[in-house]
């Protein structure tokens, strides 16, 4: 069964929408054809756009050790873990975290923790760690993972992992572990985004009042979408009188309903074609689980630096990981 948004996030069967929710893209073309505008079609190869999903890496600390004695200590210990002497080394490494906080230093902590097979002790240490040591927790949160999933703790570990990711979402190492975690746990996480603008464009002539809506293919989706959107743009007071419907920001409305009708464009196509839309994938799953709100949280504010995780509250969060754990991923 097919559904349709309701704009405080849940969802009803198409069969039982009326008027006052969204428009289906049978709508948008009945409110096309009936436009003093004209919307001209027009396929294009590709289009470029400028949405930035990933900031400058800021995971890398200082260029490796220069305090005095620290090269001659770090050899110290890394002859200890040559020797298979983790005790020994992790000893030494310790001692110089202290003293010289650099992140080369964590996978080898784990690696001893790991070899002793002190999963608790190692996930508290380093825990303790990243408190000492602000710029240490995000590098350290993949060696905690790995501690946990050795330790056959998979549930905290993709937990963990996942909340360091929303901290950062924007920052692509981050998302490089997340993927890593959750494979070992039996979960695939994809790194694709929801860009309509890398899909369709959008021209108007005001002279002549026409719209070119400029597409890849016929049988996309975002041409549905596209559609949609060039009422919201273009089509006098269809932003204004479709505002109204909610107390929701105008642009959360005008993003519900063109991804709503680009899914139901979406649902039409055969099913190999549908797997080269993750975004309507995962799309479908959220509405069955009542989470679009989530779903646009998560792929536009976070992704596009719209909000930072300290705007979040425990909820959000809370429905974040759920998100990214249970309804992005395939087994």
Not at 31 to 51: G, R, T, Y
Not at 98 to 127: D, M, N, W
Not at 160 to 173: K, N, V
Not at 200 to 215: A, G, K, P, R
């Amino acid at each position: 069964m097919r559904y349709l948004f309701l704009l405080l996030g849940g969802v009803v069967p198409l069969s039982l929408v009326s008027a006052q929710f969204l428009h289906t893209p049978d709508d948008i073309q009945h409110l096309m054809a009936d436009s003093k505008i004209q919307f001209v079609l027009e396929q294009k190869p590709s289009f470029s756009h400028s949405i930035t999903f990933y900031d400058s890496s800021t995971f890398a600390d200082s260029n490796l050790m220069t305090a005095k004695g620290t090269e001659k200590s770090q050899k110290k210990g890394d002859d200890f873990l040559k020797k298979k002497n983790y005790q020994a080394a992790l000893t030494v490494y310790k001692e110089l975290i202290q003293t010289t906080p650099h992140s080369t230093l964590l996978p080898k902590i784990t690696t001893c923790f790991l070899e002793l097979e002190a999963y608790q002790e190692g996930v508290r240490y380093l825990l303790e760690t990243g408190r000492d040591h602000p710029q240490l927790r995000r590098p350290a949160a993949f060696q905690i993972a790995q501690l946990y999933l050795a330790n056959d703790q998979q549930s905290e570990a993709i937990q963990y992992i996942t909340r360091i990711h929303l901290q950062s979402p924007r920052d692509r190492e981050t998302f490089i572990q997340l993927q890593q975690v959750y494979a070992a746990a039996g979960l695939k996480i994809e790194d694709w985004q929801l860009v309509p603008e890398a899909h369709f464009n959008l021209l108007c002539n005001s002279d002549t009042s026409e719209v070119v809506i400029q597409y890849l293919n016929d049988n996309s989706p975002w041409l549905a979408y596209a559609n949609c959107q060039a009422l919201w743009h273009y089509q006098a007071r269809y932003a204004a009188d479709m505002s109204r419907i909610s107390t929701a920001s105008p642009e959360i409305i005008e993003w519900k309903e063109c991804l709503l009708n680009g899914l139901i464009s979406w649902e039409k196509l055969p099913a190999e074609q549908q797997k080269s839309h993750p975004e309507f994938t995962v799309l479908a799953k959220v509405l069955e689980q009542q989470m679009v709100n989530t779903y646009l949280l998560y792929e536009i504010h976070l992704r596009r630096g719209l909000l930072q995780y300290e705007d979040l509250s425990e909820q959000d969060i809370s429905q974040l990981m759920r998100y990214l754990s249970t309804l992005r991923v395939t087994r």
